[in-house]
């Protein structure tokens, strides 16, 4: 699979060793015939069998934006190197003394050349707003501006009324892949990511009956702004904004393709599960005191 396969490899631009990095792939992946890019924005006619993006949650969702539409052709391998939380990524690269990441890389460049890895869907949302069609892996989130008033918004699902009147600070619409990032910290459920669902979480609502809601991924959903008091926004990933106004209609559903997410089954180091990245990065579920074991009491 090597052979001539592009790879495109984008390291979080601040990263301390970026250069000792790019390197050591740059030198691993090439000697099993692969063309290698670390280009800054890669041209969207290229098709790359690979994309790594090496980093914190940020640059790996960055990564697969700058791609475009080539996000749902490409291989995607999310890897951390960073101070922040890095949930995504089930590899975090070596930083010890020595050759340690050369023989990651080299580990890395083995499994991608003889295809060893497993394969899973992630599915990200779409929104069409006033024409334009909108992407995000982890959620949209509808927000105020710099004024501390409430917003007014108005769901339907599938047709149907759910929210007449949702007031509060906002909406976060996530994925499940998604389900950890703003969606968890604004009172939302953790949900395994491979699910198709459409998690809603109301931000600080007004009305306390107005919780989190899993929706099948399949639910066409319309939400209209109803009242514009300040600077309303939609911002995609954290990344990428849209500015709203009263009248404003946004109707969000799964993404028509899933992102190719991979986990290399390498011979040097193993693969966090999720279960694990949930206790290890979360403290989900406490961790085991002295000698304690599991029973079923």
Same mark, same amino acid.
């Given at each position: ?33 692969? *063309? ?5 924005? /890669? ?37 951390? +190197?960073?101070?922040? #939380?890095?949930?995504? /990524? ?16 080299? $580990? #890395? ?9 497993? *394969? ?72 395994? /990511? ?18 989190? +809601? ?5 639910? *066409?959903?319309?939400? $209209?702004?109803?009242? *514009? ?7 995609? $990933? ?14 969000? =559903?799964?993404? =028509? ?13 193993? /693969? ?14 406490? $961790? ?10």
């Amino acid at each position: 699979m090597g052979q001539n396969a592009k790879i495109w490899i984008r390291v979080k631009e601040s990263a301390s060793i970026r250069s000792e990095v790019e390197r050591a792939f740059l030198n691993s992946f090439s000697k099993r015939g692969f *063309e290698v890019s670390f280009d800054a924005d /890669p041209d969207p006619s290229q098709n790359f069998e690979f994309t790594i993006g090496i980093g914190g949650d940020g640059t790996s969702l960055s990564a697969l934006r700058r791609l475009g539409e080539n996000r749902f052709k490409t291989h995607f391998l999310a890897l951390h +190197l960073s101070s922040g #939380l890095g949930f995504l /990524p089930p590899f975090a690269l070596p930083l010890e003394t020595g050759n340690a990441l050369e023989v990651f890389s080299e $580990d #890395l460049a083995d499994c991608l050349s003889a295809g060893n890895f497993k *394969e899973e869907e992630r599915w990200g949302l779409e929104i069409e707003l006033n024409g334009e069609f909108l992407w995000a892996l982890n959620d949209f989130v509808i927000s105020k501006g710099p004024l501390s008033r409430m917003i007014l918004l108005r769901m339907h699902v599938n047709g149907e009324l759910l929210l007449a009147r949702m007031r509060g600070d906002g909406l976060i619409c996530s994925s499940a892949t998604g389900s950890t990032a703003y969606s968890l910290s604004a009172g939302g459920p953790v949900v395994q /990511p491979t699910l198709n669902v459409v998690i809603v979480t109301p931000i600080c609502p007004h009305e306390v009956s107005q919780r989190p +809601l899993v929706l099948d991924s399949k639910s *066409e959903i319309e939400i $209209d702004i109803l009242e *514009e008091k300040s600077t309303l926004f939609l911002t995609c $990933d954290g990344q990428y904004q849209k500015e709203l106004h009263s009248g404003s209609v946004l109707k969000l =559903r799964r993404a =028509r393709q899933a992102v190719r997410w991979i986990i290399p089954q390498m011979k040097t180091v193993s /693969p966090r599960s999720y279960f694990q990245q949930l206790r290890k990065k979360l403290k989900y579920g406490g $961790d085991l005191i002295g000698n304690e074991k599991r029973h079923s009491d």
